[in-house]
């Protein structure tokens, strides 16, 4: 394709639909995805026939009128696949000023712009951009096809998967750190660079594939984290969405630049200022690492990451990434810093802050900001912090018998909830209350954050405390089941674990996946009192939706 078939109107028309055409999609599947996406867990292996609840064969004859009631879809799964897309962005415009992409910008706007046609340069700068967009795109979708949706969906509770990804970042944070880098084989650059001497559309394509391998050691690691989280929150699209919002963040300046070359004199210099962004990401790539790691101590119940050693790391992590913005701290390939800039010391301010701020997490304050991302807070020894007062009062009201699983899980504070369904029904029941199940997960960011910011509020906690039987059902839980629980389906699957048993009541008698996902249920005849719903960061509307249970069942 020649450059004046490039500078063509109609082209210019065709170019610009075919940009809009596959974002547009894709946002289109970001408003309107119907995925269970905020913490999902996979159903493909999970079957379970001998459960206390309602006989499959009673469920499907029920479908029906379950269909009806149950029609609140979780808002999460939007909220997810926008989380993913900006975080992609966030990521690209991050992979923009590291040292392998920033000093590409003028040379690469120059290339663009040498012929002295405005128009020229803005058509190659809009086809290198697109193709930016859509080779990484094509990366993510990839990584769907790859690994599946069922795939995807179990590798946010998957231990073996969560533990090698926290091992993945930790590589990626070690080589941001300036141990090694992360490079591909240099004959697939050399293949890339001489196809992009071709010219026209082509060209500009490999030129784009071109910058996307050269600058793998800087990007590999941003990627890679990127890639990982979509992934695990079980989102069908996520890793499609994350690449679009990172691909659209590193694409934009290339146009941009091209359509006004005189910005490029206002961009800073390149120099050492490059590799502290580098430096800075892997000390949060290493903090992130830490909740993979805190996913596999909870499924497996070892214990050996409880929130005042995680606080800890973190504490340690990010005020040495303060010492380090502040030139206290220095590496091995870092250029002499004779001063502090303005930027650099706001940075160092916020680091410090944060730090500042997590320290009293080491004796039980909620940490509302970051709840979502640390462990229960009941898995902490030393806690000086009681927002609801005495939880013995609560195991009063059941004669103080000890709940089977009880030993198993960490209770949130102040609760006293049920962890068998069979149980918890039997005690509802008997006390003629209205039961409120909350399907949560070890691995669920949402679930933390509803349990650490809602459920304290004063009036919620009254309301789930005095006129309902909770019941914590852990869907992603490894603990294997007796063997006289242990059935096999009759499609062959085998049920071996508590999780299995709990996602499988999930998914086939409420027919949802995601967690959080709160039920209110009639104990007397198992059937949901009220739409069941998700997460609802809002206490007022939360307490509606339990003063909407206790009125149907009253």
Same mark, same amino acid.
């Given at each position: 394709? *020649?450059?004046?078939?490039?500078?063509?109107?109609?082209?210019?028309?065709?170019?610009?639909?075919?940009?809009?055409?596959?974002?547009?999609?894709?946002?289109?599947?970001?408003?309107?995805?119907?995925?269970?996406?905020?913490?999902?867990?996979?159903?493909?292996?999970?079957? %379970?026939?001998?459960?206390?609840?309602?006989?499959?064969?009673?469920?499907?004859?029920?479908?029906?009128?379950?269909?009806?009631?149950?029609?609140?879809?979780?808002?999460?799964?939007?909220?997810?696949?926008?989380?993913?897309?900006?975080?992609?962005?966030?990521?690209? =415009?991050? /992979?923009?000023?590291?040292?392998?992409?920033?000093?590409?910008?003028?040379?690469?706007?120059?290339?663009?712009?040498?012929?002295? @046609?405005?128009?020229? /340069?803005?058509?190659?700068?809009?086809?290198?951009?697109?193709?930016?967009?859509?080779?990484?795109?094509?990366?993510?979708?990839?990584?769907?096809?790859?690994?599946?949706?069922?795939?995807?969906?179990?590798?946010?509770?998957?231990?073996?998967?969560? =533990?090698?990804?926290?091992?993945?970042?930790?590589?990626?944070?070690?080589?941001?750190?300036?141990?090694?880098?992360?490079?591909?084989?240099?004959?697939?650059?050399?293949?890339?660079?001489?196809?992009?001497?071709?010219?026209?559309?082509?060209?500009?394509?490999?030129?784009?594939?071109?910058?996307?391998?050269?600058?793998?050691?800087?990007?590999?690691?941003?990627?890679?984290?990127?890639?990982?989280?979509?992934?695990?929150?079980?989102?069908?699209?996520?890793?499609?969405?994350?690449?679009?919002? %990172?691909?659209?963040?590193?694409?934009?300046?290339?146009?941009?630049?091209?359509?006004?070359?005189?910005?490029?004199?206002?961009?800073?210099?390149?120099?050492?200022?490059?590799?502290?962004?580098?430096?800075?990401?892997?000390?949060?790539?290493?903090?992130?690492?830490?909740?993979?790691?805190?996913?596999?101590?909870?499924?497996?119940?070892?214990?050996?990451?409880?929130?005042?050693?995680?606080?800890?790391?973190?504490?340690?992590?990010?005020?040495?990434?303060? %010492?380090?913005?502040?030139?206290?701290?220095?590496?091995?390939?870092?250029?002499?810093?004779?001063?502090? *800039?303005?930027?650099?010391?706001?940075?160092?301010?916020?680091?410090?802050?944060?730090?500042?701020?997590?320290?009293?997490?080491?004796?039980?304050?909620?940490?509302?900001?970051?709840?979502? =991302?640390?462990?229960?807070?009941?898995?902490?020894?030393?806690?000086?912090?009681?927002?609801?007062?005495?939880? *013995?009062?609560? &195991?009063?009201?059941?004669?103080?018998?000890?709940?089977?699983?009880?030993?198993?899980?960490?209770?949130?504070?102040?609760?006293?909830?049920?962890?068998?369904?069979?149980?918890?029904?039997?005690?509802?029941?008997?006390?003629?209350?209205?039961?409120?199940?909350?399907?949560?997960?070890? /691995?669920?960011?949402?679930?933390?954050?509803?349990?650490?910011?809602?459920?304290?509020?004063?009036?919620?906690?009254?309301?789930?405390?005095?006129?309902?039987?909770?019941?914590?059902?852990?869907?992603?839980?490894?603990?294997?089941?007796?063997?006289?629980?242990?059935?096999?389906?009759? @499609?062959?699957?085998?049920?071996? &674990?508590?999780?299995?048993?709990?996602?499988?009541?999930?998914?086939?008698?409420?027919?949802?996946?995601?967690?959080?996902?709160?039920?209110?249920?009639?104990?007397?005849?198992?059937?949901?009192?009220?739409?069941?719903?998700?997460?609802?960061?809002?206490?007022?509307?939360?307490?509606?939706?339990?003063?909407?249970?206790? *009125?149907?069942?009253?």
């Amino acid at each position: 394709m *020649s450059t004046q078939i490039i500078n063509t109107p109609k082209f210019r028309v065709k170019l610009a639909v075919l940009a809009a055409l596959p974002i547009f999609l894709l946002l289109l599947l970001l408003l309107s995805n119907p995925l269970h996406a905020q913490d999902t867990t996979s159903s493909a292996d999970v079957q %379970f026939t001998s459960a206390p609840a309602t006989p499959v064969a009673t469920v499907k004859k029920n479908n029906k009128t379950l269909k009806g009631i149950i029609s609140a879809v979780p808002h999460g799964s939007r909220k997810t696949l926008w989380a993913i897309f900006l975080a992609g962005i966030a990521g690209g =415009f991050a /992979a923009l000023l590291m040292p392998c992409i920033f000093p590409m910008l003028p040379l690469t706007v120059s290339y663009f712009t040498k012929s002295g @046609e405005k128009g020229s /340069a803005v058509g190659k700068a809009a086809v290198y951009g697109i193709s930016i967009i859509v080779i990484y795109v094509l990366m993510g979708l990839l990584v769907t096809i790859i690994f599946g949706a069922d795939a995807l969906n179990s590798l946010s509770t998957n231990g073996v998967f969560n =533990f090698g990804f926290f091992l993945l970042i930790v590589l990626f944070a070690t080589s941001f750190l300036g141990a090694f880098e992360i490079t591909l084989p240099s004959s697939w650059v050399n293949k890339m660079d001489q196809n992009s001497d071709k010219g026209g559309f082509m060209g500009m394509f490999f030129m784009a594939a071109t910058l996307s391998l050269v600058s793998f050691s800087c990007t590999g690691p941003i990627i890679g984290t990127l890639l990982v989280q979509a992934a695990t929150t079980g989102a069908l699209l996520g890793p499609a969405i994350g690449m679009l919002g %990172f691909a659209m963040a590193l694409a934009i300046p290339f146009v941009l630049f091209a359509l006004f070359p005189s910005l490029l004199k206002s961009l800073p210099k390149s120099g050492g200022w490059l590799n502290s962004v580098k430096v800075i990401l892997g000390f949060l790539e290493l903090a992130l690492s830490l909740k993979f790691l805190s996913n596999v101590d909870l499924a497996y119940h070892w214990h050996l990451l409880d929130r005042e050693v995680f606080l800890v790391l973190w504490i340690v992590i990010f005020a040495l990434m303060g %010492f380090y913005l502040l030139g206290k701290l220095s590496f091995s390939h870092d250029s002499p810093l004779p001063f502090i *800039s303005v930027p650099r010391l706001f940075l160092a301010i916020i680091a410090l802050a944060f730090t500042m701020y997590m320290i009293p997490g080491l004796w039980g304050a909620p940490l509302k900001s970051i709840s979502a =991302f640390l462990p229960p807070q009941a898995s902490q020894d030393f806690d000086l912090y009681s927002p609801n007062g005495n939880v *013995s009062q609560l &195991t009063s009201s059941d004669n103080g018998k000890p709940h089977k699983y009880a030993d198993l899980f960490d209770k949130p504070k102040g609760f006293n909830p049920f962890f068998d369904y069979a149980e918890g029904l039997a005690y509802a029941r008997k006390m003629h209350k209205p039961v409120m199940i909350d399907f949560t997960g070890h /691995a669920c960011v949402n679930c933390r954050k509803m349990e650490a910011n809602v459920w304290p509020d004063k009036q919620v906690y009254q309301r789930i405390n005095d006129d309902y039987v909770l019941i914590q059902l852990y869907v992603d839980d490894k603990t294997d089941l007796s063997p006289e629980e242990q059935v096999t389906t009759p @499609e062959g699957k085998h049920i071996q &674990t508590i999780g299995n048993k709990w996602s499988y009541l999930q998914t086939s008698k409420f027919q949802a996946n995601s967690q959080p996902f709160y039920v209110l249920l009639n104990p007397d005849t198992e059937q949901p009192l009220v739409a069941p719903q998700g997460a609802n960061f809002d206490p007022v509307e939360f307490l509606k939706y339990l003063d909407s249970g206790l *009125s149907a069942y009253h």
